[in-house]
């Protein structure tokens, strides 16, 4: 920031926010939990997905719409400059102070969302891309880093539960996001211009698009089913094009307002402890172990420290595992129980199992950062690797058991299992801060933070990567397996085909394993519950390499301490 900048904004620098004598330091982590009650609406991101994909046809998608595929990778760029923005930022927070970048993080966040309503009314997906993913995912990076080192300097007596309570709301964001967001879709969405019945609209096709005669001319029409009509109460039929509304833009754009006025009187709330401040009466405790060091570590020199990529490597691969998952949850309880329990795991029930798994995660957040400040937080890793390596292991003895015996205790054993495994994927982002703390000091613990949320962006590619690969090969050994059973002359007359032409079928997505099932030998298995088996394994590998991370974690050599003592911010008269 130029010198000019920082003169203008002069009075959100830490040293104008120094706290006087009394403050009640339990007025800043409710400004912490706002922020990331607003940035953690990001993994709310897929109820847009139904609307962008449907923005110019509304009740189903026209030929202009975006697809899918060019829609989801906008939370990826959000991610990814999530972990950016907090790396690169980082000193620039140590340096100007929470309030700054707090109100810098509101501007981001908020016009991203407003630069993105102008992209959707203007049909250009680019202004999306760069409003909520680049400059969205700028805030959040930001957003999240700026109350870490305050919160830790505020509450140097409970530095789990300190960072715990404000990386909390990032997990519960979405939980209050979700019913907000499609609420305000419904309420600005408008029904598009209704034609009339399919079988009553005479339609002609060119070019792939279809085409309707009207009193204005020909113009452009989709045809809705009936499921996709009852989303604005229509009914099936023929629709014209442009002519309604999904409520998308002004839904951004009302977000866009609220984050930023939240967030502006959140970071307005940030104070910073005077110099030498602690609370009353508390003394440091001697720490046997030698795991807390009493030194600072520069944000430049803890980079150059083995300590610093092993907590990358811890929290990389405990991110890896559990977001992969995440990702894919609501899909892998229908695959593994559907079939075996199709009374109880219905469409509902897993509904139900992905927003349990948002209160797992939040829940987690604060339980394991507050368990930390009393075991210590290697040991809380230690759980994490551990008890998280187990539980993995688990879950295809539960889904190779249930297709064999389809009883409750597999489905009741395999939630459970999971929700400690989500419980912990939360645990591990509130764990870390303090863990840095720890081990490199208070001094430039948010900079070393952000730059240790690059193992975050890395973790959200592999982790979906990995899982929907994994899952793929699975699921073409398992066609293999299948087809490599049934009768030949069965597989021809079922499928209008030869076995010989197994992979063209398979891949115009004829022959599923489903269908194969159909016409498999007597007691032949369903290998869908064991779809996730391989990716279970891969995901229990990767806590075990955390896991030696973390044992062979060691105080920071004194070589890398900082010689000069933490400079605190003092009032100006």
């Given at each position: 920031m130029s010198k000019a900048a920082q003169g203008a904004l002069g009075f959100l620098h830490k040293s104008h926010i120094?706290?006087?004598?009394?403050?009640n330091r339990w007025r800043v982590p409710p400004a912490s939990i706002a922020i990331h009650l607003c940035i953690g609406s990001v993994y709310a991101w897929s109820v847009f997905n139904p609307a962008l994909t449907r923005e110019l046809g509304v009740a189903a998608s026209s030929a202009n719409d975006w697809d899918l595929g060019s829609v989801v990778w906008i939370f990826s760029v959000a991610i990814v400059f999530l972990g950016l923005a907090a790396a690169f930022a980082g000193k620039w927070l140590e340096e100007v102070g929470p309030r700054m970048v707090g109100v810098v993080a509101a501007f981001l966040w908020g016009g991203g969302f407003i630069i993105g309503s102008l992209g959707i009314s203007t049909h250009q997906l680019w202004l999306i891309y760069l409003g909520y993913g680049v400059l969205g995912g700028c805030g959040l990076g930001l957003g999240y880093v700026s109350p870490v080192s305050t919160l830790i300097r505020w509450f140097p007596d409970r530095r789990g539960m300190a960072t715990g309570m404000?990386?909390?709301?990032?997990?519960?964001?979405?939980?209050?996001?979700?019913?907000?967001?499609?609420?305000l879709l419904n309420l600005y969405q408008k029904a598009p211009?209704?034609?009339?019945?399919?079988?009553?609209?005479?339609?002609?096709?060119?070019?792939?698009?279809?085409?309707?005669?009207?009193?204005?001319?020909?113009?452009?029409?989709?045809?809705?089913?009936?499921?996709?009509?009852?989303?604005?109460?229509?009914?099936?039929g023929v629709?014209?094009?442009?002519?309604?509304?999904?409520?998308?833009?002004?839904?951004?754009?009302?977000?866009?307002?609220?984050?930023?006025?939240?967030?502006?009187?959140?970071?307005?709330?940030?104070?910073?402890?005077?110099?030498?401040?602690?609370?009353?009466?508390?003394?440091?405790?001697?720490?046997?172990?030698?795991?807390?060091?009493?030194?600072?570590?520069?944000?430049?020199?803890a980079s150059k420290t083995p300590q610093f990529w092993q907590m990358w490597i811890m929290l990389c691969f405990n991110v890896t595992a559990g977001i992969g998952v995440i990702g894919v949850a609501k899909t892998m309880?229908?695959?593994?129980?559907?079939?075996?329990?199709?009374?109880?795991?219905?469409?509902?029930?897993?509904?139900?199992?992905?927003?349990?798994?948002?209160?797992?995660?939040?829940?987690?957040?604060?339980?394991?950062a507050s368990t930390s400040d009393y075991i210590g937080r290697k040991a809380t890793y230690m759980c994490f690797f551990v008890l998280g390596t187990a539980l993995y292991l688990s879950i295809p003895y539960f889904a190779s058991a249930v297709a064999t015996n389809p009883a409750m205790i597999y489905l009741i054993?395999?939630?459970?299992?999971?929700?400690?495994?989500?419980?912990?994927?939360?645990?591990?982002?509130?764990?870390?801060?303090?863990?840095?703390?720890?081990?490199?000091?208070?001094?430039?613990?948010g900079g070393i933070h952000g730059r240790l949320l690059t193992a975050w962006s890395t973790a959200g590619v592999l982790g979906p990567l990995a899982i929907t690969s994994l899952r793929q090969m699975s699921v073409d050994r398992a066609i293999g397996d299948l087809a490599s059973r049934v009768d030949a002359a069965a597989f021809a007359e079922k499928f209008g085909a030869p076995l010989a032409q197994l992979d063209q079928l398979v891949a115009a997505k004829t022959v599923?394993?489903?269908?194969?099932?159909?016409?498999?030998?007597?007691?032949?298995?369903?290998?869908t519950s064991s779809l996730y088996n391989t990716t279970?394994?891969?995901?229990?590998?990767?806590?075990?390499?955390?896991?030696?991370?973390?044992?062979?974690?060691?105080?920071?050599?004194?070589?890398?301490?900082?010689d000069e003592p933490e400079l605190q911010a003092v009032p100006v008269e």
């Open positions: 120094v706290a006087e004598p009394g403050y404000a990386i909390m709301g990032f997990g519960g964001g979405a939980m209050i996001a979700t019913p907000v967001k499609s609420w211009e209704f034609l009339g019945a399919q079988d009553a609209v005479a339609t002609v096709v060119e070019g792939g698009r279809v085409f309707a005669e009207t009193a204005a001319g020909k113009v452009e029409v989709v045809v809705a089913t009936a499921k996709q009509a009852a989303v604005f109460g229509g009914d099936a629709y014209v094009v442009g002519t309604g509304n999904t409520g998308a833009a002004q839904t951004f754009m009302t977000l866009g307002i609220v984050y930023f006025v939240v967030m502006i009187l959140a970071a307005f709330q940030y104070r910073v402890p005077a110099e030498g401040w602690k609370p009353a009466g508390w003394v440091p405790k001697p720490v046997a172990s030698g795991m807390v060091s009493q030194n600072n570590v520069h944000i430049d020199q309880m229908s695959d593994i129980f559907g079939s075996a329990l199709p009374l109880v795991v219905t469409a509902a029930f897993a509904s139900t199992y992905v927003m349990m798994i948002s209160v797992f995660n939040m829940v987690g957040r604060f339980f394991w054993g395999f939630y459970v299992a999971t929700m400690i495994i989500f419980s912990m994927y939360g645990g591990g982002f509130a764990t870390i801060p303090a863990y840095l703390a720890d081990m490199f000091g208070t001094m430039h613990v599923t394993i489903a269908k194969l099932m159909e016409i498999a030998p007597e007691g032949t298995i369903d290998p279970m394994y891969c995901m229990a590998a990767l806590l075990v390499v955390g896991f030696l991370a973390n044992l062979m974690m060691r105080p920071v050599r004194e070589h890398h301490h900082h």
